[in-house]
């Protein structure tokens, strides 16, 4: 009877194993493919993403407000030079009159040439995050390999736990941990589609903005505001890069242990606590590199 007993135990024992080591696998396994998605959507270019379906929309509309924003720098042109006025003699100055011609030629070239300048920040960007990644081992392998530190001692450590009711114990918080890493990843990854939409919304508002550059000083501060914005945004995408790289280096440390509680418990809790702690770090990446530029 004790055999049979044994054998019972052993059985129900080893399907519970099999039940936590898939609830640990599906749950990094969410984490690793969200997470590398958001990466890989950082170092994409707006031409690039989805096909470049976004960027020619965006280009289509950009090119209707150019017009615009073309017949509207002619009249902040007009109004920065009666502000700029002394007296009729010294506008028909020579280096007067060339300087207006300057700033005419010079403001129609930014209006025409935004998506232009946008790109070259853009490239900035590529390269910061490029970087980034290969900083140093442990975030140059995220995109290789992005399993969890410890991953396949946690899955061993498993195999050793035969008390059911641990296992059973185990397995709800399982379930969490399941979850919390969908919940991660998915955030993570709609934070990083938020940021994309909202470089490529801003790109179509470039030239209007721009329009009004050769205006007197209160109406200029615009086109300076609007830049200043821009590579903000932009630049979302290297804080948010170094928040990844943290978050995922932490994971694959020893960084929070619990020396109460089991070594996969233990492990589980340190994932979902860095986790959500990465989460929110790349929650306020927009708030932190618009007040380092001054834009927010």
């Known amino acids: 009877m004790d055999a049979i007993g044994n054998w019972i135990n052993d059985f129900i024992a080893g399907g519970l194993q099999y039940l936590l080591k898939g609830e640990i696998t599906i749950g990094t396994g969410f984490y690793d493919s969200l997470i590398g998605t958001s990466i890989e959507t950082l170092r994409a270019s707006p ?32 109004i920065g030079i009666c502000s700029d006025s002394l007296d009729i003699r010294s506008n028909l100055r020579l280096e007067v009159v060339l300087k207006h011609i ?91 589609y938020v940021r994309l939409f909202k470089v490529l919304m801003i790109i179509p508002l470039s030239s209007l903005a721009s329009s009004t ?42 960084a929070i242990t619990f020396a109460s509680l089991s070594v996969v418990m233990s492990w589980m809790a340190k994932c979902i606590i860095i986790g959500f702690t990465m989460l929110g770090a790349i929650k306020e990446a927009s708030a932190i590199t618009h007040r380092a530029f001054g834009a927010g």
């Open 47 to 78: 031409e690039s993403w989805n096909a470049g379906v976004g960027w020619n929309i965006i280009v289509a509309i950009n090119n209707g407000f150019v017009v615009i924003a073309a017949s509207l720098y002619i009249i902040f042109w007009l």
């Open 102 to 192: 300057a700033k005419l030629i010079v403001g129609e070239f930014i209006i025409t040439h935004t998506i232009d300048i946008i790109k070259v920040i853009l490239s900035l960007v590529y390269s910061g995050t490029g970087l980034i990644m290969k900083a140093d081992s442990t975030s140059s392998s995220i995109l290789a390999d992005n399993s969890m530190y410890g991953l396949d001692s946690t899955l061993e450590a498993v195999s050793s736990y035969m008390n059911i009711w641990e296992l059973i114990l185990l397995i709800v918080f399982g379930i969490v941990f399941m979850f919390t890493m969908l919940i991660v990843g998915g955030g993570i990854l709609y934070l990083t």
């Open 213 to 254: 550059i050769a205006s007197s000083h209160q109406i200029s501060n615009t086109t300076i505001s609007y830049w200043k914005y821009a590579f903000a945004t932009i630049l979302e995408a290297v804080t948010i890069m170094i928040a990844i790289v943290l978050g995922t280096a932490l994971m694959k440390s020893n």
